[in-house]
């Protein structure tokens, strides 16, 4: 199943406000645009996911485009997204912690909700920032409560896998040795439509990661190669914190980004910045000036 977030109108959704419910589409690719079918209000089904898919609300609407309801992540506000720094060797290589001692243990680092937003949604660049770099990911979607959780069990707890740009202000990650600012710009956060599990695999069958800036390939991998796994890294994170349904973790970007490159190559006002999952989809993102914030 391939699961949007869309915002109902208050008589769609039944209530006196606009309300965010989860759908389902066949689209992979963003912006996600046609017929969707209506699954569960958003925090019904983040209660219990897989009871959710499994007995959906069934109604068709039109999604995404002047007419269509709005299409949003899936995502609570109050959902913890947890992000792995320096999960391929190639990346840790190219840029300044090269010549840092490989970690036992991932380095975490987190994002805000507000940071996310569905495919095709512009993002600014900042003023005081030369541009924005780009990190093609995947995300991994939390499906159930995970506390001092094996391996095997965070694993079972995955619902599905999204594409995800983890876009980056540099100087303000740079500032100091918390990268959180660069982390966190407005709408820095596009990610893709829901994969579940059951279409997507594991990401250890190695599935095939491509960013491209204007059509021209700057980032491959293969997510067989992440230094540290997802459901390992997920049953790390549980032994210190709750993790709960809806909760993400974003699992690392490959060799590629700009800001490595010799001379620098950064996202700016009218560029387009695409990642391709093999499974997942592609996640298309227009560039903007710093006046669109």
């Given at each position: 199943m391939r699961l949007i977030g869309v915002v109902l109108p208050p008589a769609a959704g039944g209530g006196a406000e606009p309300e965010?419910?989860?759908?389902?589409?066949?689209?992979?690719?963003?912006?996600?645009?046609?017929?969707?079918?209506?699954?569960?209000?958003?925090?019904?089904?983040?209660?219990d996911p897989r009871a959710a898919m499994a007995a959906p609300d069934g109604r068709g609407i039109e999604v995404g485009g002047d007419l269509g309801a709005e299409v949003v992540p899936p995502v609570l506000p109050e959902a913890r997204v947890l992000c792995i720094g320096l999960n391929y060797r190639d990346h840790i290589a190219e840029g300044s912690f090269a010549d840092v001692e490989h970690p036992p243990y991932p380095t975490l680092f987190a994002r805000w909700t507000p940071s996310l937003v569905a495919g095709g949604v512009s993002a600014p660049t900042n003023a005081n920032e030369r541009g924005l770099d780009w990190e093609g990911e995947i995300a991994a979607w939390v499906g159930a409560e995970l506390r001092d959780a094996g391996t095997e069990e965070a694993r079972a707890a995955i619902l599905g896998y999204s594409t995800f740009n983890d876009l980056t202000s540099r100087i303000a990650q740079k500032l100091t040795s918390q990268w959180i600012l660069g982390k966190n710009g407005d709408r820095s956060g596009p990610i893709g439509p829901l994969v579940t599990a059951d279409?997507?695999?594991?990401?250890?069958?190695?599935?095939?990661?491509?960013?491209?800036?204007?059509?021209?390939?700057?980032?491959?991998?293969?997510?067989?190669?992440?230094?540290?796994?997802?459901?390992?890294?997920?049953?790390?994170?549980?032994?210190?914190?709750?993790?709960?349904?809806?909760?993400?973790?974003?699992?690392?970007?490959?060799?590629?980004?700009?800001?490595?490159?010799?001379?620098?190559?950064?996202?700016?006002?009218?560029?387009?910045?695409?990642?391709?999952?093999?499974?997942?989809?592609?996640?298309?993102?227009?560039?903007?000036?710093?006046?669109?914030?």
């Amino acid at each position: 199943m391939r699961l949007i977030g869309v915002v109902l109108p208050p008589a769609a959704g039944g209530g006196a406000e606009p309300e965010t419910w989860v759908a389902s589409t066949e689209q992979l690719d963003t912006p996600t645009r046609g017929a969707a079918t209506l699954v569960a209000p958003l925090r019904r089904f983040w209660s219990d996911p897989r009871a959710a898919m499994a007995a959906p609300d069934g109604r068709g609407i039109e999604v995404g485009g002047d007419l269509g309801a709005e299409v949003v992540p899936p995502v609570l506000p109050e959902a913890r997204v947890l992000c792995i720094g320096l999960n391929y060797r190639d990346h840790i290589a190219e840029g300044s912690f090269a010549d840092v001692e490989h970690p036992p243990y991932p380095t975490l680092f987190a994002r805000w909700t507000p940071s996310l937003v569905a495919g095709g949604v512009s993002a600014p660049t900042n003023a005081n920032e030369r541009g924005l770099d780009w990190e093609g990911e995947i995300a991994a979607w939390v499906g159930a409560e995970l506390r001092d959780a094996g391996t095997e069990e965070a694993r079972a707890a995955i619902l599905g896998y999204s594409t995800f740009n983890d876009l980056t202000s540099r100087i303000a990650q740079k500032l100091t040795s918390q990268w959180i600012l660069g982390k966190n710009g407005d709408r820095s956060g596009p990610i893709g439509p829901l994969v579940t599990a059951d279409e997507a695999g594991d990401l250890r069958d190695g599935l095939h990661l491509e960013t491209r800036v204007n059509g021209e390939v700057v980032q491959q991998s293969t997510s067989d190669l992440q230094i540290y796994e997802a459901a390992e890294t997920l049953a790390h994170i549980s032994r210190t914190l709750t993790l709960r349904a809806g909760d993400i973790l974003c699992t690392g970007t490959p060799s590629g980004v700009g800001y490595a490159r010799d001379p620098e190559w950064l996202l700016r006002d009218g560029d387009v910045v695409e990642v391709e999952v093999e499974r997942l989809g592609t996640l298309r993102t227009p560039i903007t000036g710093p006046g669109t914030r």
